[in-house]
């Protein structure tokens, strides 16, 4: 499959085009198998865009094929936080979205490497990301560019993500 013709940008979360690019991706990863297999709530899609707008300590990247008429195919959303250990902000990936008709093509490569630039213009000292098990694929990308299994003592194990529904 030849590569696209792609450009990537920071999300402007007033750019009703954009946000439309945005909800699309983020609708059809969540209604996949990795995403949860259930799609968007109506309440997400009507409420994302101002909630993205009113938290400054948010992000997302998008790409678009310019070869296939500026087609979104690209999401990574990122939520800065903070690393008590080094006095700095840090940046979680926390959604991964390439269009299934465009993986396997290093876009989400190419975006965490904007993601990346990002996260340095905000004085940030690292990435996190969480992914699943299962999810050779992503696994291997993470791997390829720089993120490994988190660790203070190697003898203490790595770090385990967890949740609990509030």
């Given amino acids: 499959m030849k590569s696209p013709d792609l450009r990537l940008c920071q999300a402007d ?4 085009k954009q946000m439309a690019a945005l909800l699309a991706l983020l609708d059809a ?52 936080g903070f690393s008590t250990f080094a ?34 213009q905000r004085g940030a000292c690292k990435l996190t990301l969480e992914v699943l098990s299962g999810n050779e694929s992503a696994i291997t990308l993470y791997r390829r560019v720089g993120f490994a299994n988190y660790q203070l003592d190697p003898a203490m194990g790595h770090a385990q993500f967890m949740q609990k529904w509030l």
């Fill in 29 to 80: 990863y969540a209604a996949d198998p990795a995403g949860g297999g259930e799609p968007l709530s109506d309440i997400a899609k009507v409420n994302l865009p101002a909630a993205l707008r009113a938290r400054p300590n948010l992000f997302s990247v998008l790409a678009f094929d310019e070869s296939a008429g500026s087609r979104p195919v690209g999401l990574i959303n990122c939520v800065e």
């Fill in 87 to 120: 006095c700095q902000p840090l940046v979680n990936v926390h959604d991964v979205v390439v269009a299934a008709s465009h993986r396997g093509q290093r876009i989400a490569e190419q975006m965490l490497a904007l993601v990346a630039q990002i996260a340095l």
């Fill in 13 to 16: 979360y007033s750019d009703s």
